[in-house]
């Protein structure tokens, strides 16, 4: 005898197609392929029932309106990207108000005054053209840009005069990912495209990458090719030039596999008869990142026989491995990322999935340690090989993006700009904790919340995590957690394997067939919360983003009993197909290939959030979010998990979705949108875990 489930809510109906799959011998139904077609009129309407139903669901929720405001509030600081100095021109981004976009401004001198070069508000009336590129000649008086619309990875390059503001006419089209690079006269730029729509099978559109040679002022057509390799169309290549501009670099990648390849191209003449591009150093190896050069010698942080990172040099007269250098040798902390400035080597190094901030000698002598203002991050540095100043961004979870000057002679690290914000950070403290796992291993989390926190277990709490893609969580600063600490809540963040903490090793342990160490990870981080008194389960919120967003839907999935509500953000869910959709064949290194490797698919199937969902099992309220012009994540991962959970378990709940218009994977989202959509995940998080709006907290 069947048992009826009644639903609680009244979903909106959608269709089960004969869709079935043969995997290797196994049978896989995919009723809801038909939501893969974004333009159908069948899935247009299925979008606009899902998010009417999403609005009635919230819009009687007085907290809605509340946080709204308070967002509003809070955003309204002033936002600084990373600083780069060139010449004596100072370039940095800056969000003032609650503009839709960041501003790009140019000063003279450290004391000089702003003024604006670049306004994407004012390309748009709705805000949705970004600015996602630059690129600076190195006497800082030209600008190559790339803009992108509606939060696509598309982006369009043009060039900007920085003494007048003027455009030239110059437009580059049909880059993804785009990295320009210009030549030491400003002649013109090198760049990396793709091909042009419609040229190659839907399937290739993302592959075939190229680099060419863009000489100012010829139209696009005119320009010259450097290099491509159509036999490995999945390869992407982006230059880079040396210090000295005497030689193009193409870094050169296999989708998210951070093992690349360098090769070079030596410029000679007019930049376009140097012979043929060098391998120097092929793909699927190790990671190479380029810090800088004198002459022949250049310098790599990589991870070669080396999981947390080293430096070493290799001269390009005598390439051969036996003659590398090793300078700065694997240390006890995880080496993240480096640059080569003020003839130093200046390395953010991870401890405990902290930033530690170092300087080298040339000679790999340690020179320094300098202190950074609290437990917290910084981002790639900005600087030259000659600069005696070197600029960060450093943030932490409750300490805004805040730009830094450090200057060599003086050994003084100081704001280059000052940053207030709405918000007192002195009632809140972040401390890390340490929690076993299912197997026992050793795993960081940051917990921040108000001074003189009862551990009654009756703390709203929400757990944030993301492990993949060799990505770590080091403390980071967002706006809408700021809401949820003001109103007595727990903003806990676990640094799970997969992301790069700890080195390689540590995101090894969390990728293809390891993949449910991630899991296991974040399901042991909400039990140590409840245990320790934190919270309770009706307390307990996770939340993730992307390849987040798949971590809290596959632990939902996995220990329903565990949570009180899951916020799902653009989420990959189909582990069976999500190869299949843009750059998703990029992410293969990562996930594995179910459709080509049985062994691949037999873990894949194992965890896919959309092939795992019980008939009959009551899932916590869930609330799905995606966009229907992102091209990284496609929605119809979120509408089919949506549909499934709908269909197989509508007695738990309720599973909401919301698809955002005219926005993409995340980049480049207006803040008008950005403030909407966190008004919206708040207020149901709030909602469900029964957390009350407390004024003037």
């Not at 139903?53 to 308070?70: C, H, M, V, Y």
């Not at 919270?535 to 987040?548: A, F, H, Y």
């Not at 092939?611 to 916590?620: L, S």
Request: hydrophobic share 35%; charged share 20%; proline share 7%.
């Amino acid at each position: 005898m069947n048992t009826v489930i009644t639903p609680k809510y009244a979903y909106p109906a959608a269709h089960k197609a004969e869709v079935v799959e043969d995997y290797h011998g196994t049978a896989v139904a995919d009723p809801y392929r038909w939501l893969e077609d974004p333009e159908s009129p069948e899935t247009r309407a299925f979008t606009a029932a899902q998010n009417a139903l999403t609005e009635s669901f919230l819009s009687g929720n007085p907290d809605r309106a509340r946080i709204g405001a308070r967002l509003a509030e809070l955003w309204g600081f002033p936002q600084y990207g990373p600083v780069t100095k060139k010449k004596d021109r100072y370039f940095f981004t800056l969000y003032q108000g609650l503009q839709n976009q960041p501003v790009l401004y140019v000063q003279s001198g450290l004391e000089g005054e702003p003024r604006p070069l670049l306004d994407p508000n004012r390309i748009s009336e709705d805000g949705t053209v970004a600015l996602i590129t630059q690129s600076y000649t190195e006497d800082g008086s030209l600008l190559a840009y790339g803009l992108s619309t509606s939060g696509s990875d598309w982006q369009e390059v043009r060039v900007r005069e920085v003494a007048n503001g003027e455009d030239y006419p110059d437009v580059i089209r049909w880059t993804k990912f785009a990295n320009l690079a210009w030549a030491a006269d400003r002649s013109g730029f090198f760049y990396n495209r793709l091909p042009e729509p419609g040229s190659v099978p839907t399937e290739d559109q993302n592959h075939f990458s190229q680099v060419f040679w863009h000489r100012l002022g010829d139209s696009q057509a005119e320009d010259t090719l450097i290099y491509e390799d159509p036999e490995r169309k999945e390869l992407s290549f982006e230059p880079l030039m040396d210090d000295d501009g005497a030689v193009l670099l193409l870094y050169v990648y296999h989708g998210t596999d951070h093992r690349n390849g360098i090769y070079y191209y030596s410029l000679k003449g007019d930049g376009l008869h140097g012979g043929d591009v060098v391998q120097l150093l092929e793909v699927g190896e190790a990671r190479f990142d380029p810090l800088g050069n004198h002459g022949a010698t250049f310098y790599f942080l990589t991870d070669l026989e080396a999981p947390r990172g080293q430096i070493i040099a290799i001269d390009l007269e005598r390439p051969q491995r036996e003659n590398w250098v090793t300078l700065v040798p694997e240390d006890d902390d995880a080496l993240d990322f480096a640059a080569l400035v003020n003839d130093h080597f200046v390395v953010a190094a991870k401890r405990d999935a902290h930033h530690r901030l170092l300087t080298y000698t040339l000679a790999g002598e340690l020179a320094r340690e300098i202190d950074l203002p609290t437990l917290g991050a910084v981002e790639p540095f900005q600087g030259g090989r000659d600069d005696g100043e070197l600029f960060l961004l450093f943030t932490s979870f409750t300490y805004p993006p805040t730009p830094l000057r450090y200057d060599f002679a003086s050994g003084l690290l100081a704001p280059f700009k000052a940053v207030q914000l709405g918000f007192d950070a002195s009632r809140y403290a972040t401390t890390q904790v340490f929690y076993p796992s299912k197997d026992g291993t050793r795993v960081p989390m940051f917990l921040t919340h108000r001074v003189g926190l009862q551990l009654d277990g009756n703390n709203p709490t929400l757990l944030y995590g993301y492990g993949g893609f060799n990505i770590s969580l080091t403390p980071f600063f967002k706006v809408p957690p700021l809401v949820w600490l003001e109103q007595g809540g727990v903003y806990a963040v676990a640094n799970l394997r997969g992301g790069d903490e700890y080195g390689e090793e540590w995101h090894q342990a969390g990728m293809l067939e390891r993949k449910q160490n991630v899991f296991d990870d974040f399901i042991a981080a909400g039990e140590w919360l409840i245990e320790q008194g934190y919270t309770s389960r009706s307390r307990l919120v996770i939340e993730g983003r992307s390849n987040g967003g798949l971590l809290v839907a596959a632990c939902a999935v996995q220990r329903p009993d565990l949570y009180g509500a899951v916020l799902c953000n653009v989420p990959v869910v189909d582990m069976l197909r999500y190869h299949r959709f843009t750059v998703g064949s990029y992410w293969i290194p990562e996930y594995g290939d179910a459709e080509n490797n049985p062994e691949h698919f037999r873990f894949l199937y194992a965890y896919s959030p959309l092939h795992n969902v019980k008939p009959g099992a009551a899932y916590p309220p869930m609330l799905i979010t995606s966009a229907d012009t992102d091209d990284r994540v496609v929605p119809a991962h979120a509408k089919k998990f949506a549909a499934t959970l709908q269909a197989l378990a509508p007695g738990g709940g309720p599973t909401l979705l919301r698809v955002e218009t005219k926005a993409g994977h995340g980049m480049g989202k207006p803040v008008s949108k950005l403030i909407e959509e966190s008004a919206d995940i708040y207020a149901f998080a709030f909602k469900i875990s029964e957390m009350s709006w407390k004024e003037n907290s």
